[in-house]
Every structure is written in C-alpha cells, then in structure tokens.
C-alpha cells in the first residue's frame, strides 16, 4: 500500500499540479469535496481540469461518492485511504518550507501523548501549522477542519487507529484515537473539539463552552466500549483563532 501514496503525489503533478494540490488539501482538511464525474479525460492542459482529476481519484479507489445532488459529493473511502493521504501529507510538510514544520515534531507529539498522555505537544505543533493556512482558509475553518488536522496528523504513526465522528451511545465523539495492534503506547483518548473565531470567541463564554464539552464528554465514557479501557485520556479542546486553545482533562 505504501507505493499508493507515491502514486497519489504522481497523479496531483500530472497535469496542473497547482490545482490539483489546492483539491486535494480541501479533501484533507475538509473531508470531502464537491465535483462531477466525467465519463473520458485527455491528459493535456486544455481538457484536464478540477473534475477530470476528482474523475482520475475516484476511477482510482482513492475517493468515494458520498451523496449525489446537483453536484456530487466526495469524500476519503476508508482508514485505509485516509492513511495513504496522510502520508502524502506528511510529505508535502518535509517538502514545502513555508509550512516551517518538521514531522520530528509531530513524532514527539504523539511519542508525548502515547508515554505520557500529554496532548499539549500534539496541540501546539497543530497551532503553529495553522497559522500558516491562507487567509480564505482561515474564513472557512471550522470544527469540522480542525477534526480532520488532528487526525491527519495522529494518523501519521503507525502506532494508532484514528476514528473521526465515533458513535459512543445517543452522540459522536470527535475523535476516537485507539491503539494499533502493534502498538506500544500507553495511552489512548477520546477527544472533544470546539473551535471559534476571534470574532465569535467575543460574544462566547468559554467556561459555559468548556462545560458543554465536559457533558458532552461524560456522556460517550458509559460507553461500554469505552468505558473498561484502561489509560484512557478524554480531553475537550477549544480553539479560539488559531493562536490561543484551552486543554481540558475530563
């Protein structure tokens, strides 16, 4: 599986690389994207366009439909597929310097939560690259987004499962990090994420947020399947900008 991620980066340069970064980005950090099927494509700079290259993606198994409307809606298939794109990311971050970001510090993120069950590595690490993001992502961001950067990036080690929405009784956690079978970390965790604008974050009470997500939180651990496991970190985590957050411990 591992020559997939090779063949996904073969695929954005093939023609308008450019843009077809720019797609791909808006699937990692959003997880889905919007588009038409076309039936045939040419591969040259006059007919190749957005949707030849989400057809291309999705003739190759690397996306999937999700829903269908006036215009269809694709999102990432499975953890498999999400782990290829990861890995395509952590690429783009060695390759890419204004990012100034070094995959050694997302390593020592997650080797800090893993021995220790600190997060706080992970979140800064998560804070600073989102300071790099263009000024109409920034306008765009969401939960949703910031869901999406802290399992791409969790995803990175082979040491954990990532599980984005995870059903825990009548509600859906945001993140579900669990152990993979050859793991040797510690910890696992059940994270909460709230995220608000500098604007917004005006007219907010964060403590009355805070105890939003604490609720939240205490309703999906009576889960059985979360309940028995033994070093489970649950965390609630709010943004607000991307330059100030607030780590919570349930």
């Given at each position: 599986?591992?020559?997939?991620?090779?063949?996904?980066?073969?695929?954005?340069?093939?023609?308008?690389?450019?843009?077809?970064?720019?797609?791909?980005?808006?699937?990692?950090?959003?997880?889905?994207?919007?588009?038409?099927?076309?039936?045939?494509?040419?591969?040259?700079?006059?007919?190749?366009?957005?949707?030849?290259?989400?057809?291309?993606?999705?003739?190759?198994?690397?996306?999937?439909?999700?829903?269908?409307?006036?215009?269809?809606?694709?999102?990432?298939?499975?953890?498999?597929?999400?782990?290829?794109?990861?890995?395509?990311?952590?690429?783009?971050?060695?390759?890419?310097?204004?990012?100034?970001?070094?995959?050694?510090?997302?390593?020592?993120?997650?080797?800090?939560?893993?021995?220790?069950?600190?997060?706080?590595?992970?979140?800064?690490?998560?804070?600073?690259?989102?300071?790099?993001?263009?000024?109409?992502?920034?306008?765009?961001?969401?939960?949703?987004?910031?869901?999406?950067?802290?399992?791409?990036?969790?995803?990175?080690?082979?040491?954990?499962?990532?599980?984005?929405?995870?059903?825990?009784?009548?509600?859906?956690?945001?993140?579900?990090?669990?152990?993979?079978?050859?793991?040797?970390?510690?910890?696992?965790?059940?994270?909460?994420?709230?995220?608000?604008?500098?604007?917004?974050?005006?007219?907010?009470?964060i403590d009355k947020l805070k105890?939003?997500?604490?609720?939240?939180?205490?309703?999906?651990i009576k889960d059985k399947r979360?309940?028995?496991?033994?070093?489970?970190?649950?965390?609630?985590?709010?943004?607000?900008?991307?330059?100030?957050?607030?780590?919570?411990?349930?």
């Amino acid at each position: 599986m591992a020559t997939s991620g090779n063949k996904i980066e073969s695929f954005v340069n093939l023609i308008n690389p450019k843009k077809n970064y720019e797609k791909l980005i808006e699937l990692i950090t959003n997880g889905e994207f919007k588009g038409n099927i076309v039936r045939q494509f040419e591969l040259n700079d006059n007919v190749f366009n957005e949707d030849s290259f989400l057809s291309l993606l999705y003739y190759q198994g690397y996306i999937t439909i999700k829903y269908v409307s006036t215009i269809t809606t694709f999102c990432i298939p499975n953890y498999v597929s999400e782990a290829l794109y990861a890995s395509y990311f952590q690429k783009i971050i060695n390759t890419k310097k204004e990012y100034n970001l070094d995959t050694k510090d997302i390593s020592n993120g997650i080797i800090q939560f893993g021995d220790n069950g600190s997060i706080e590595e992970m979140t800064k690490v998560i804070c600073r690259f989102l300071s790099h993001q263009s000024v109409r992502d920034k306008e765009n961001f969401s939960e949703k987004t910031l869901k999406y950067v802290y399992s791409l990036f969790f995803s990175l080690s082979s040491q954990y499962y990532v599980y984005g929405e995870f059903p825990a009784l009548q509600g859906f956690a945001d993140i579900f990090v669990e152990k993979s079978v050859s793991s040797n970390a510690k910890y696992e965790a059940i994270i909460e994420l709230k995220y608000l604008s500098k604007e917004k974050a005006k007219g907010v009470n964060i403590d009355k947020l805070k105890e939003d997500g604490i609720s939240q939180m205490k309703k999906y651990i009576k889960d059985k399947r979360l309940e028995k496991r033994e070093n489970m970190k649950k965390f609630v985590i709010i943004f607000e900008g991307f330059e100030k957050y607030y780590i919570y411990e349930v």
